[in-house]
């Protein structure tokens, strides 16, 4: 079981860029698939972005297609979300978490969220 932790957040405007990353300690990372999740104020979590296990296949939600870029690293246990062209529709807390890479969704959704990791888009 691995545990997460994520970073990178903070304020941008509109139009602009940040990279979000996860670093995950614990045994097996490089056996899961890997997702980006978020929470609009509000709103329901929704599935961004997923990665699978070895990082060769990616899927992204419609929204934010395009303009969001998830990696991996499995010899640093970590994963990023490079963000571009922010939207103000894109502040949400964002979480990362294991995942099941064709329903794009978390792999063990009984499980808490992590802290998460805040992104503020002004207008």
């Known amino acids: 079981q691995v545990q997460l932790e994520e970073s990178g957040g903070g304020l941008v405007q509109a139009g602009g860029s940040l990279r979000l990353s996860c670093v995950a300690t614990g045994r097996g990372f490089s056996n899961y698939a890997m997702g980006w999740f978020r929470q609009a104020p509000g709103k329901e979590h929704e599935f961004v972005a997923v990665i699978s296990a070895s990082g060769r296949n990616t899927y992204y939600a419609d929204s934010v297609k395009g303009r969001f870029t998830i990696s991996r690293d499995n010899a640093k246990n970590t994963v990023s979300l490079q963000m571009n062209s922010l939207k103000p529709e894109d502040t949400a807390v964002y979480y990362c978490?294991?995942?099941?890479?064709?329903?794009?969704?978390?792999?063990?959704?009984?499980?808490?969220w992590g802290q998460g990791t805040q992104v503020t888009v002004s207008s």
């Open positions: 978490d294991t995942a099941q890479y064709y329903s794009h969704s978390r792999l063990r959704p009984e499980t808490p």
